[in-house]
């Protein structure tokens, strides 16, 4: 069996098990995704994950068990590196919007590759500090995944939303601690356990909002 077609039979057997509605075109793109991170891989160390099996679960499965909780539609994604958890989220929801930030041009070119690779109309790299990007209009989600603690991702991304704007953060285990370190400026409103296939340890999702 070639790697493609491996990598084909953990995203759909992923997909059944996460039960989300993602059609086979949508589920080449992902694995075309995850072709071009490998390969850029080797030249610009995108990613400390290795084998493209591994990245199928680590990194796509991974992004898309957040989808039944993304009602919104204009997202940043903050300190994307590669594009997770932005790039496999704006293939699996093309009508939604994605800006994908990160610091480091290596990265920014490679999103940049991808969504023109890909056909993806709803991407938009971009390379900033997250403190210096300043939006023509409020986003509806800010988006991490392993940026920053809580307490510092409210710091630095807080003008990136309005009041009615919210913050999503995907941890590892259940953070108690930075949980209680959030300023009352911000309220936790809930957390979530994901579960991924195949994917050993914990995953949190937490919402928090302005107070």
């Known amino acids: 069996m070639s790697l493609k077609q491996e990598l084909h039979e953990i995203l759909a057997s992923g997909i059944e098990a996460l039960a989300l509605d993602i059609d086979s075109h949508q589920q080449a793109q992902l694995?075309?995704?995850v072709l071009l991170m490998d390969k850029w891989n080797k030249a610009y160390n995108l990613t400390s994950v290795r084998c493209p099996k591994q990245m199928m679960v680590k990194h796509i499965l991974d992004s898309l068990a957040i989808m039944p909780h993304l009602p919104e539609s204009n997202i940043i994604d903050v300190g994307t590196g590669p594009g997770l958890p932005g790039m496999p989220l704006a293939i699996a929801f093309p009508?939604?919007?994605f800006t994908l930030l990160d610091s480091l041009g290596k990265r920014v070119r490679f999103m940049t590759q991808c969504a023109h690779s890909l056909k993806l109309q709803n991407v938009m790299p971009l390379q900033s500090r997250v403190e210096a990007h300043q939006p023509i209009k409020p986003y509806?989600?800010?988006l991490s995944r392993a940026?920053?603690?809580l307490k510092d991702m409210l710091h630095w991304c807080e003008?990136?939303?309005d009041s009615e704007g919210l913050f999503l953060a995907l941890k590892g285990q259940y953070p108690q601690d930075e949980?209680?370190?959030v300023s009352n400026h911000?309220?936790?409103i809930r957390t979530e356990n994901l579960t991924v296939?195949?994917?050993v340890g914990e995953r949190h999702l937490v919402w928090i909002k302005k107070a």
Do not use: G, M, T
């Open 147 to 149: 940026f920053a603690s």
């Open 186 to 188: 911000y309220q936790v």
């Open 95 to 97: 009508e939604k919007q």
């Open 159 to 161: 003008h990136l939303v």
């Open 31 to 33: 694995v075309e995704y």
């Open 140 to 142: 509806d989600i800010v």
């Open 179 to 181: 949980i209680e370190e």
């Open 197 to 199: 296939p195949n994917l």
